[in-house]
């Protein structure tokens, strides 16, 4: 059953909860870049993606591990990565969550923050939104790319979660 704004006079049925209940399940994002050149792909990095609608919001929770046969696309700076939402967005959005870059070679203190965003109705880039634990540095500044915020490689990881309002 689609989503129906509560009406006076409505009934509760097991329909309608399970209309109005968020239930989680399984998605797996296209892996792209804005420009469509040098397109990454996964390989064999361990994702687990899911999302849940509960109403017309959309919430998600994005978790990879870059794999041995992970292609990072190596577009270069100029090559943003993009991953295709679960659910068409009403709009776009500068900030729909929060997430985790890490850099495997370093160590746990390589982590640094990273901000969701819609730059288009269907797909996500990741930002680089603070600086890396051990103050290490990081190449380039703003969305996440083949090289930034450093070289990707086996066993990095990126993790976000977040909500934003589908598409009618």
Avoid: C, H, K
């Amino acid at each position: 059953m689609a989503y129906e704004p509560w009406q006076p006079g409505m009934i509760v049925t097991q329909g309608r909860l399970a209309s109005i209940s968020a239930t989680w399940q399984d998605w797996t994002p296209v892996w792209t870049t804005s420009t469509g050149a040098n397109s990454p792909s996964f390989g064999n990095a361990v994702m687990t993606t899911r999302y849940a609608v509960n109403a017309t919001t959309v919430m998600f929770n994005i978790n990879i591990t870059f794999g041995t046969t992970t292609n990072f696309g190596g577009g270069g700076s100029a090559d943003n990565w993009r991953f295709s939402l679960p659910v068409a967005a009403a709009n776009l959005t500068l900030m729909i969550g929060y997430g985790e870059l890490s850099d495997s070679s370093v160590g746990i203190a390589s982590r640094m923050g990273a901000r969701p965003r819609l730059t288009t109705t269907t797909t996500m880039e990741i930002e680089m939104a603070a600086g890396r634990l051990d103050a290490g540095s990081v190449s380039g500044a703003g969305l996440i790319d083949a090289v930034s915020p450093w070289t990707w490689a086996t066993s990095d990881t990126l993790r976000a979660f977040g909500e934003y309002e589908a598409a009618a």
